[in-house]
């Protein structure tokens, strides 16, 4: 077995975590069951800690990145604005240009 090239990328704003991994996950999973409420369950984290990060994103971007809808008799939703959808865009092309450097795991290997 050889050496690879590991790492984890996250976006930070004067010190604070603005997009990650687990994030972009969250996002998708919006996206894909129109809702946070099925999204948190899909991911098995409550509801709460999926509004929070959210909540911190939004604060931090300084723009909203969700579409939401309150319940009522059709039924509440989420979906991500144009914004939300960039930033996921930009998201993985920074992880597409990352992994482009994995190939340097075999700088290590002695043959």
Same mark, same amino acid.
């Given at each position: 077995m050889g050496f690879e090239?590991?790492?984890?990328?996250?976006?930070e704003r004067d010190g604070e975590v603005v997009f990650s991994?687990? =994030?972009?996950?969250?996002?998708k999973a919006i996206e894909t069951e129109g809702s946070? +409420?099925?999204a948190s369950k899909k991911l098995g984290i409550s509801y709460k800690k999926a509004w929070t990060l959210i909540k911190h994103?939004?604060?931090r971007l300084?723009?909203?990145?969700l579409e939401k809808k =309150?319940?009522?008799v059709a039924g509440g939703g989420s979906k991500l604005t144009e914004a939300g959808k960039e930033l996921l865009k930009a998201y993985e092309k920074?992880? +597409?240009?990352?992994?482009?450097? =994995?190939?340097?795991?075999?700088?290590f290997n002695k043959t």
């Open positions: 090239v590991k790492f984890k990328v996250w976006i991994s687990a =994030r972009e996950q969250l996002l946070i +409420n099925k994103m939004e604060d300084g723009y909203p990145i =309150r319940g009522g920074i992880i +597409n240009e990352c992994s482009k450097i =994995r190939r340097y795991g075999d700088l």
